[in-house]
C-alpha cells in the first residue's frame, strides 16, 4: 500500500506515471477544485478526461473546449483582479493541463494540472482568508495515494 506524504514523493509518483494514468489523476486534482469554476464546460470536458479509452479525436476537441473556456475565464478576471474569477480561470488552466497531450508540458501534464489546482486554491485564500493552499497540496497526496491503491 503506497502513501504520499510530501512533496518528493508526489513529484516522483506522478513522475513515474504514463500518459494515461496521469490524465486520470490529473481529471481527479480538476474534480476537486470544479466548484470554484461556474463553467459548465468544464466539468464536461474533466469528465473526458477521467475517462478511459477514450478517442483522440475526444481528447482533442475537450482540450479545445478547455482552451476556449480557459480564455473566458480569464476574461473575467478583468483589471481589479477579481480573485474569485481568477480561481476560475487555474481550474480551467487545470483542465487544459489535463487533456494536452503527453510531452507538451514541462514536468508532465498531472504536475501541472496540481499547480494550477493550487493556483486556484491560493486565488480563493485571498477571498477567504484561510490558509488553502497548503490544504490542497496535503489533497492531492491523498487523491494520488487513493488512485495507486485502487
Known sequence: MT????????RRVLDGLDAERQRAVAAQFVKHILPLCDDERIARVTDVAASEDVSE??????????????????????????W??????????????ALTPAGQLPGGLAWQ???????????ESIVTGEDLAGRESTEQYR????????
Open 3 to 10: 502513501q504520499i506524504t510530501n512533496e518528493t514523493e508526489f
Open 57 to 82: 479525436d475526444r481528447l482533442a476537441e475537450a482540450l479545445r473546449t478547455a482552451k476556449a473556456t480557459m480564455t473566458d475565464c480569464h476574461a473575467r478576471c478583468g483589471a481589479e483582479g477579481d
Open 113 to 123: 494540472a496540481a499547480m494550477s489546482s493550487r493556483m486556484a486554491k491560493t486565488c
Open 143 to 150: 487523491i494520488l495515494t487513493d488512485y495507486l491503491n485502487s
Open 84 to 97: 474569485k474569477a481568477q480561481a476560475g480561470y487555474f481550474v480551467a488552466r487545470a483542465a487544459v493541463a
